[in-house]
């Protein structure tokens, strides 16, 4: 073989190389990607179906409902224009309580309801998700217009 044909071959093998690579990069980015949205976005389709992804905001005074196996949990994280339905199955976080701010990872159902496989919990008084707080005062700001 001649020395140029061995220098293609060498360097057909080593950009077939990285382009393996490369795909199997992506692929492991786009499995790992999860978005944030708002109950106001989930509510009118925005969300990904099929997909994992977060929903952030507030959990709706009153929705907490624990089932009989002590593990299942129902219910609902509002931006306070949308309210979505979520259940989950495991323990919750400490600081996890009607009315505090939350973001849950998880599929929506083709039932409507959110299944969380995740739940987090605000770390104090006054901390709220970025995105989370972003979305509520977006919220209120277009509740007010409404009612104006």
Partial sequence: MK?????LMLLGGAVA???GAVALV??????????FHTPTEVAEGKAPTG?????GGLVEPGSIKRAADGLTVQFAITDT???IPV?????????FSEGKGAVVQGKM??????AASEVLAKHDENYMPPEAQ???DQAQKTAKTVKQ
């Fill in 26 to 35: 992506l692929t492991a980015f786009q499995e790992n990607l999860v978005f």
């Fill in 81 to 83: 224009a949308k309210v």
């Fill in 3 to 7: 020395p140029r044909s061995k220098r």
């Fill in 51 to 55: 997909r994992t992804f977060r929903i």
């Fill in 134 to 136: 972003h979305a509520v």
């Fill in 87 to 95: 259940t989950y199955k495991g323990s919750l976080p400490d600081l």
């Fill in 109 to 114: 159902g083709a039932d409507g309801q959110f």
């Fill in 17 to 19: 190389l990285l382009i």
